[in-house]
């Protein structure tokens, strides 16, 4: 559907409800959300979600993404409080990608890191950019940096 | 890997070729790559890299996807001229999705807009929220709208 609005001008409307329904899902039923802070451009992680997830975050504009290794809903902030505040959503041109512009609690990476980007290539090394602006145990109830190592789940919280 | 070295401090470094052998690549080989605009933080567009596709974008400078529609390299830009200069390539906590800092020359869609994302939820409608920088059949060469609708890959060029 998409395809065949993506050369109407600025401002055309359509019913979300259409739109959405047209969204290019992967074989899991799941599609790739970029979340980005709406005022400072910043990326701060990607993440999946499932139909119920998306409408869940339209619903009540606190973002939920669909933990791949969990098999079930995450609402994102569940365990370390640090939420998302939807304040918009676009679809690509393509209906295969989300970028939500959000209002993110604190940082957005489980390390307590500003966001989850923070392994760069420099030359023929990978340098770590960024210090934890919290410590994980403190995110995590005690559980902790080496216990995130061992037994967390590997999605952000 | 990366999870053995996510709590060490701003300014450690590794080997770029145990960080990237440990990145955790689909079933189909592939990774999610997000372009974001280096200078603006403009979310340009979200596409996939297979290892041949990061190694050559690592080696020239330039962007280079692999198009899943067409199964093969997508030197980004080969066919609009429109390419993506790389300023700095991010891995994230997990090593399954990488963030890309380029420079972008001309729009980044393939409709001609400056990125993929123009379409936004606005209540129970989608909006378009941006109009085409060039019009699409200048970067096509005559093929043009109605052709890049009826034939052209779906991946955005």
Chains 1, 2 share one sequence.
């Not at 290539?121 to 994980?136: C, F, K, Q, W, Y």
Request: charged share 25%; aromatic share 6%.
């Amino acid at each position: 559907m998409l395809k065949d609005i993506e050369n109407l001008p600025r401002g055309s409307r359509f019913p979300r409800s259409e739109v959405l329904a047209g969204l290019r899902l992967n074989a899991d039923g799941l599609i790739p959300a970029i979340a980005q802070q709406h005022d400072t451009g910043e990326v701060l992680m990607m993440a999946w979600m499932n139909r119920e997830a998306l409408n869940e975050t339209l619903a009540t504009g606190s973002v939920c993404y669909y933990s791949r290794s969990r098999g079930r809903l995450w609402r994102k902030g569940e365990s370390s409080g640090q939420v998302q505040h939807l304040k918009g959503l676009h679809i690509d041109c393509d209906g295969d990608t989300l970028l939500l512009r959000v209002d993110q609690t604190g940082p957005a990476c489980h390390t307590g890191r500003s966001n989850c980007f923070f392994f760069r290539v420099d030359g023929d090394e990978v340098v770590i950019t960024a210090n934890p602006l919290i410590d994980p145990k403190t995110l995590y109830g005690g559980h902790g940096a080496s216990g995130a190592k061992a037994g967390a789940p590997k999605d952000p919280q």
